[in-house]
């Protein structure tokens, strides 16, 4: 029972470079959300998804797409990376009646 | 926007000492969770609050919802209680929670 994976756990892009993060669950959880985090500060959401099929824009989605085309797996693109998207994301899930959120473990992306 | 205060931002504390970490918020939540990141970074849920008291081991937390802040307490700390403290809030029922900028503690042996 993994909970909630994220891959890659590291990468460096180059400006105008395009990437995929995964989240990939296996509690059966309908809530899925992707955060970012900067130094010195809070998460701030990005996009969720309440269940399969399903996105919404979040606090900061500018920049970032997303997709849910199976329950378990939520993935943010970003299409031409910048430099302000230097961060660390994270992925959380939550069961529909629990409103408890369980992390993953963060990707860290650097863009140079 | 709903504004979320941490306070303090930094806490320093001797092993074996209590501490009392604060959570103020602007507006009405119906989501209240308190989640501890420890240094390499992992972020653990510690409680879903919106009302009422809490406890678990060493640590309990009250929130009065109808004077918008929460209290996390920490019982005789240790060093594994160290890293960064948030709390975080939700208006909206899907669970989207808002951050607040945290309370780092360090607990020193």
């Known amino acids: 029972n993994a909970g909630v994976t994220q891959t890659p756990k590291f990468r460096v892009l180059k400006t105008g470079q395009s990437m995929t993060l995964l989240c990939a669950q296996d509690?059966?959880?309908?809530?899925m959300y992707w955060y970012r985090q900067d130094p010195g500060m809070g998460l701030r959401l990005i996009h969720y998804?309440?269940?399969?099929?399903?996105?919404a824009k979040g606090e900061v989605p500018d920049g970032y797409n997303v997709s849910r085309l199976k329950k378990q797996n939520f993935l943010l693109g970003l299409e031409s990376a910048a430099p302000s998207q230097t961060s660390v994301y994270f992925c959380?899930?939550?069961?529909?009646?629990?409103?408890?959120?369980?992390f993953g473990a963060g990707s860290r992306l650097t863009v140079l | 926007g709903i504004q979320v205060e941490q306070s303090p931002p930094d806490l320093i504390l001797q092993e074996g000492a209590n501490s009392t970490l604060r959570c103020n918020f602007s507006?009405?939540?119906?989501?209240l969770q308190w989640f501890h990141q420890n240094p390499w970074g992992q972020l653990i849920n510690l409680f879903y609050?919106?009302?009422g008291t809490k406890q678990n081991g060493r640590l309990s937390a009250t929130t009065v919802a109808t004077e918008r802040y929460s209290l996390l307490y920490i019982s005789s700390s240790q060093t594994t209680d160290s890293g960064v403290y948030f709390c975080?809030?939700?208006?909206?029922?899907?669970?989207?929670?808002?951050f607040g900028t945290g309370t780092r503690l360090t607990v020193i042996p």
């Open positions: 509690m059966n959880h309908e809530y």
């Open positions: 959380a899930t939550a069961g529909s009646g629990a409103n408890v959120l369980t």
């Open positions: 998804s309440v269940g399969e099929g399903t996105t």
């Open positions: 609050i919106p009302s």
């Open positions: 507006d009405s939540v119906n989501n």
């Open positions: 975080a809030v939700d208006q909206t029922g899907a669970n989207n929670l808002f």
